[in-house]
């Protein structure tokens, strides 16, 4: 949840998107200030309660439509992701 420099470096000379999807907990909060930070991508999928990451998204949705959920909620800015990350985290 708290990648350090190194890490972020590794990640970003792959070339490609990075899109971060935080747990709804402490962590995830830290993991958005960190993709704020490095300028990724972040995304918000509205899964339904009692869901509070990737992993359990994908035990009630399937692969398919969590992927699908994630693509579709995918924020750019760092302004759009602070707010939708205060959505979030109601």
């Known amino acids: 949840s708290e990648p350090n420099a190194r890490q972020q470096e590794m990640i ?10 935080p747990d709804r907990d402490e962590a995830g909060r830290k ?19 009692g869901i509070k990451d990737v992993g359990d998204a994908i035990i009630k949705y399937g692969k398919i439509l969590t992927m699908k959920s994630i693509l579709a909620t995918i924020q750019d800015t760092n302004l759009k992701i602070e707010l939708k990350a205060k959505q979030w985290y109601k």
């Open 12 to 21: 970003n000379n792959l070339q490609r998107k990075v899109i971060v999807v």
């Open 31 to 49: 993991m958005i200030a960190k993709a704020i930070e490095y300028n990724w991508s972040v995304a918000f999928p509205q899964w339904g309660d």
